[in-house]
């Protein structure tokens, strides 16, 4: 074949095992490595099913909680350097409990090392997915970098051998980026809780773990709002908006020049703010529950614009 691409998952057959690629491991800033899932059905065939993924933080991680037709899919992914199996599952037990879920059986353990490899296309071999690199599901990454890998694969589908190379190191530095910010977005989460109340939130603010560019941000931002001159690319997985929604939503303090503070601005934005208040109280009455929307779309599939 011309060009392989090494779908196999964790294992990296092509990249990792038979080129030797080297794997990257995030596991000083990320600790995450260990995940417990379960399944849980719902207690009725027409229970509501939620419209968004609820993910709730724990003393050594966090639980996801995602609505899907038939059942609930929730998970406690933590870091076996801060708390046991037993410990863990424990855990989960108690936001089952909590939340009014079924017991669910046994849960399955998921193993993964967090972190990526030095290249992702090496000669005629590309990594795409799992054999690219992992790490925990939060803010679903590992999908857009799907995605992105793929496209950009196909846009610049080499034509000849002679110029793989020269595609390979641009997709090498595009993903080596993305692959930095990615990791950057989610330590920031991390970074920001006032959470001390168990050593796994203690030591994720350890300035140690900190990366050094997730670091001069947040010394900026100390004094301005995240913005697009923060960000080098047209295409980030997580631009400046992203980032301002995570600061903010959980309380990071910007001492803003009271020199750059127009206050026909702050009226606007009040203006905007009562706006869409009354949009959405004015809208919501109509709105289908999300299990009638979804039902709908399967019998007759998305309305065509």
């Keep these: 074949g011309d060009l392989f691409i090494d779908c196999t998952g964790m294992q990296s057959l092509l990249l990792g095992k038979h080129f ?4 990257i491991s995030q596991k000083h800033v990320l600790f995450n490595d260990t995940a417990l899932a379960i399944q849980v059905p719902y207690a009725r065939a027409d229970s509501p099913i939620a419209s968004q993924t609820t993910s709730t933080a724990q003393e050594a991680g966090w639980i996801w909680d995602i609505g899907l037709p038939t059942r609930r899919g929730i998970g406690y992914v933590y870091s076996s350097a801060h ?3 037993a410990q863990a599952e424990a855990v989960l037990r108690r936001y089952l409990r909590n939340t009014g879920a079924p017991d669910g059986g046994a849960p399955r353990k998921l193993s993964f090392q967090p972190g990526y490899r030095r290249q992702f296309w090496h000669r005629n071999c590309v990594a795409i997915g799992l054999s690219a690199g992992f790490i925990e599901p939060l803010e679903a990454s590992a999908l857009a970098l799907v995605e992105l890998s793929g496209a950009m694969l196909s846009d610049e589908m080499p034509a000849t051998r002679d110029v793989m190379d020269i595609l390979a190191r641009r997709f090498n530095e595009a993903f080596t980026y993305r692959w930095e910010r990615v990791i950057d977005f989610l330590k920031l989460h991390y970074v920001l809780s006032q959470r001390s109340d168990s050593p796994y939130w203690r030591d994720n ?3 140690a773990s900190i990366p050094e560019r997730l670091q001069q941000l947040l010394a900026l931002w100390r004094h301005r709002a995240p913005s697009r001159y923060d960000f080098g690319r047209i295409d980030e ?3 400046s908006a992203s980032y301002q929604y995570v600061l903010y939503g959980m309380g990071f303090k910007t001492a803003f020049n009271p020199g750059d503070q127009r206050p026909e601005i702050a009226h606007s934005a ?3 703010f009562r706006e869409a208040s009354a949009l959405t ?3 919501l009455p109509a709105l289908p529950s999300n299990r009638a929307l979804l039902e709908h779309i399967r019998i007759h599939g998305l ?3």
């Design 237 to 239: 997985v997580f631009p």
């Design 281 to 283: 109280a004015k809208m």
């Design 205 to 207: 603010r350890q300035e």
């Design 270 to 272: 009040d203006g905007y």
């Design 83 to 85: 708390s046991s199996d």
């Design 303 to 305: 309305q065509k614009i």
């Design 20 to 23: 030797g690629i080297e794997f």
